[in-house]
């Protein structure tokens, strides 16, 4: 039974499209959390939400817009891709917004061309 | 900018042998400290975490924590060839009601058989 699981989990389209990622976690937590990891396997927070609200946004472009139907559920999407948005998606998911426990997803490798 | 230094290595081991994995930190107000391990492809999952001044030990692998050096290590003992993988330290960056992990961007660990 997957913990956190993300779609797709890969991702080739055009500059300019517009593409979400999903993630969903079956753990009960209450946080979410949207990372982008890049080609030197660099693991940077984008955002975090706790109970379906935004509480760490980071400076990304605002290109990037997460969306939390519910708390078990955390999408980002994605406008006007670029080629430097190439890279690794992680979601991961947390008891709560200061459990430092952190789960992971299996990542979306995003391919721009 | 709040950082937190890892060598990127590569480091190799021969089986058997201890790796010593370090990390340095520039935020004096960090409480929390993690090993992640990421293999190829994989997400990071979490091996280890310490909070307080000294060595924590679980199985093979020993946290250690200098607070007033601002470091923090992690040491594999009896490496074996499946503990080749990257290893990442992440820190908190505590906000008002909210966490943050801070990943540094790895160190490749080898094991060589």
């Known amino acids: 039974d997957t913990a956190v699981s993300q779609t797709p989990k890969y991702l080739v389209t055009q500059m300019g499209n517009d593409k979400s990622i999903k993630c969903e976690q079956n753990l009960g937590h209450d946080t979410m959390y949207w990372y982008k990891q890049d080609s030197k396997k660099f693991l940077k927070i984008m955002f975090s939400y706790n109970n379906k609200e935004l509480i760490i946004n980071e400076t990304v472009p605002n290109r990037f817009s997460p969306k939390s139907p519910d708390k078990a559920h955390l999408n980002l999407h994605i406008n006007s891709l670029e080629l430097g948005d190439s890279a690794v998606y992680f979601c991961a998911s947390s008891q709560g917004p200061i459990e430092e426990t952190q789960y992971f997803g299996p990542g979306t490798r995003l391919l721009v061309l | 900018q709040k950082e937190v230094e890892q060598n990127s290595g590569p480091l190799s081991v021969p089986e058997g042998a201890i790796a010593s994995l370090n990390c340095t930190y520039s935020?004096?107000?960090?409480?929390?400290f993690f090993w992640y391990r990421q293999y190829s492809g994989k997400s990071p999952e979490l091996i280890m975490s310490?909070?307080?001044?000294g060595d924590k030990e679980d199985g093979r692998f020993t946290a250690q924590l200098n607070k007033a050096s601002q470091y923090v290590s992690l040491l594999i003992r009896d490496s074996q060839p499946s503990d080749s993988a990257t290893y990442l330290c992440?820190?908190?960056?505590?906000?008002?009601?909210?966490?943050?992990?801070?990943f540094g961007k790895g160190t490749k660990l080898s094991v060589i058989p």
């Open positions: 935020d004096r107000g960090s409480q929390s």
């Open positions: 992440a820190v908190t960056l505590s906000g008002a009601g909210s966490y943050q992990l801070t």
């Open positions: 310490i909070y307080s001044n």
